[in-house]
C-alpha cells in the first residue's frame, strides 16, 4: 500500500485501490480507517470545510485565532490583555449561502412524472436542499441512498475512496463523534455492504461493533419476532456526490478575504470606541517603562479616571475632536521635586 505523505503543500490521498491492497495484504482494517481519517482530516479541503463551517454558522476563525501581542524591553511577547479586543463576526456568508440554495430549491424539485418523486420518499425536498447547504459550505456533499430515503453527508463527516482509473467514489469512511471527548464512530460503506466501528471508551482503540450487512435486508415477521433471512445490495455504489462548484472547493476561499476584512474594521472600530482612540496620553520622563507597563498604565488611567507619578514626571493628555484636525485641546500637568516627596496627579 502506497504510504501516506505529509508535508505543508502536499498531501498524497488514499484510493480505493490502497484499500483493496491493505484488504488483500491482511492488514487491521480498523488501523487503516483510522490512519484514512486522520490523513483526512489534515488535508485542505477538510480544513477548509471546517472553517466554511464556521464562517455560515456566524462566526469568523479568523479574527478568532488573532491576538494583539505587547513586547516588554527584552523582547518578549506577551498577550494583551488591557487594551480593547473585540472580535465580531458577521453572518454574510450564512446568508449568501441559504439565499442560493432556497432562490434554487425552495419550491421543491419536480419530476416529469409525480411517481417518480413518491418513490423518492416524503422528506426528499428537505433533504436535497440540506445537501445543497453541505455543499455550499463545503464544496462538496455527498448522497446516501437508503432504500427509500436519502441521507446526506457533510464534506465534514465523510471521506470517500476514489478508483484511480476512472475517478470515481467506489468506496467511503463517514465519521462522527458525539461532542469532543466522546468516542469516534465509523462506517465504512463498500459495494457489497457497510461495516460499522466505534472507539473504546477506555482504550480508544477502534473496534468492529457489527459485521458486515447488506444495504437491504428482508426479514420474516412472526407476531413480536422479526428474523434476518437474506439480504441484497443496489447494483452500484449508494453515495455519490454532490458538489458546490466546477472546482470541488469550498465557496467561502473566494469571499474569505473580503469577509475578514470587513469583520475587521467593524471590530476595529468597536475597539476604538471602547478604547477611546480620539484622545491620547504623553508620559514623560518614564523610560523605564515598556509596552507592557504603559498598557497597564493606560488601563488604569481609563479605570480610575486619575493618574499618579513620581518625580519629575509629567502626563501630557490631547484629543483630536473637533470640527478640523487643527482644533485639539491639550493640557500637560507636570510638577517639580523630588521623588521622596512630591507626586502629581492628573484628573480628566
Excluded at 483510522?34 to 479568523?62: C, F, H, L, V, W
Excluded at 494583539?68 to 518578549?76: A, E, M, R, Y
Excluded at 488611567?301 to 485639539?328: C, E, F, P, R
Aim: aromatic share 12%; charged share 25%; with cysteine.
Amino acid at each position: 500500500m502506497r504510504e501516506a505523505i505529509f508535508t505543508a503543500d502536499l498531501l498524497v490521498e488514499i484510493t480505493y485501490q490502497d484499500f483493496l491492497s491493505a484488504t488483500a495484504s491482511g492488514k487491521n482494517i480498523a488501523d487503516f480507517l483510522r490512519g484514512m481519517i486522520g490523513q483526512y482530516t489534515a488535508s485542505k479541503a477538510y480544513i477548509a470545510a471546517i472553517d466554511g463551517q464556521a464562517y455560515y454558522d456566524g462566526e469568523n476563525p479568523t479574527i478568532t485565532r488573532y491576538e494583539k501581542v505587547l513586547f516588554d524591553l527584552n523582547g518578549k511577547a506577551h498577550k494583551d490583555l488591557w487594551t480593547a479586543n473585540h472580535k465580531i463576526a458577521s453572518s454574510f456568508f450564512g446568508f449568501a449561502v441559504d439565499q442560493s440554495v432556497f432562490y434554487l430549491l425552495g419550491n421543491g424539485v419536480t419530476f416529469k412524472k409525480d411517481s417518480t418523486k413518491k418513490r423518492l420518499g416524503k422528506d426528499f425536498d428537505q433533504q436535497i436542499m440540506k445537501a445543497a447547504t453541505y455543499a455550499q459550505i463545503g464544496g462538496a456533499a455527498y448522497g446516501f441512498w437508503n432504500y427509500n430515503q436519502l441521507i446526506p453527508f457533510p464534506r465534514t463527516e465523510f471521506a470517500p475512496l476514489k478508483d484511480e482509473e476512472s475517478g470515481l467514489i467506489r468506496a467511503g469512511v463517514r465519521f462522527w463523534r458525539l461532542s469532543d471527548g466522546k468516542p469516534l464512530r465509523v462506517t465504512l460503506y463498500e459495494p457489497d455492504g457497510f461495516t460499522e466501528y466505534a472507539e473504546s471508551r477506555d482504550s480508544r482503540e477502534l473496534i468492529q461493533i457489527r459485521e458486515k450487512t447488506p444495504y437491504n435486508l428482508t426479514r420474516r415477521v412472526s407476531g413480536l419476532e422479526s428474523v434476518v433471512i437474506g439480504g441484497f445490495n443496489y447494483p452500484g455504489f449508494p453515495i455519490v456526490p454532490l458538489w458546490g462548484n466546477q472546482d470541488h472547493i469550498c465557496k467561502i476561499k473566494a469571499w474569505q478575504r473580503k469577509i475578514d476584512c470587513y469583520d475587521l474594521i467593524e471590530s476595529g472600530f468597536a475597539n476604538d470606541v471602547d478604547d477611546a482612540s480620539l484622545i491620547y496620553w504623553t508620559i514623560t520622563n518614564a523610560g523605564g517603562m515598556d509596552d507592557v507597563d504603559l498598557a497597564q498604565f493606560i488601563q488604569k488611567l481609563k479605570t480610575v479616571h486619575a493618574a499618579t507619578v513620581d518625580g519629575d514626571a509629567g502626563v501630557t493628555y490631547g484629543s483630536t475632536g473637533g470640527s478640523n484636525a487643527d482644533d485639539k485641546t491639550k493640557f500637560t500637568i507636570s510638577v517639580n521635586g523630588t521623588a521622596e516627596n512630591t507626586k502629581i496627579k492628573a484628573f480628566f
